[in-house]
């Protein structure tokens, strides 16, 4: 069993930068892919970003590829989504998740409640 628990997120202009973070309960944080998804309101949860349970491999949706990076700390049980550049279009409540690695929600077991974040132009 993995809880998660998102933080970072705000009200930021665009061009300006954040980083969320998850961090992860439990001694098995290690043995999961994580990663973060967002929706938008009246939208579908989609995919962002993921890393393999050792970090040695990140995936990311092409419109992330630049601006977002994820990271992890297996020390901290904590997962990081670094994004710059912001725009308005990605004001959303972003979510991390654990799971295997993959780019749908049914590959992820476990999800926190997520995190705002609001983008103003």
């Known amino acids: 069993q993995v809880q998660l628990v998102e933080s970072g997120g705000g009200l930021v202009q665009a061009g300006g930068s954040l980083r969320l973070s998850c961090a992860a309960s439990?001694?098995?944080?290690?043995?999961?892919?994580m990663g973060w998804f967002r929706q938008a309101p009246g939208k579908e949860r989609e995919f962002v970003a993921a890393?393999?349970?050792?970090?040695?491999?990140?995936y990311s949706v092409d419109s992330a590829k630049g601006r977002f990076t994820i990271s992890r700390d297996n020390a901290r049980n904590t997962v990081y989504l670094q994004i710059d550049s912001l725009k308005p279009e990605d004001t959303a409540v972003y979510y991390c998740a654990a799971g295997s690695t993959g780019r749908g929600v049914y590959d992820y077991d476990y999800w926190g409640q997520g995190t705002q974040v609001t983008v103003s132009s």
């Open positions: 890393i393999t349970r050792s970090g040695a491999s990140t």
């Open positions: 439990g001694r098995t944080f290690s043995l999961y892919a």
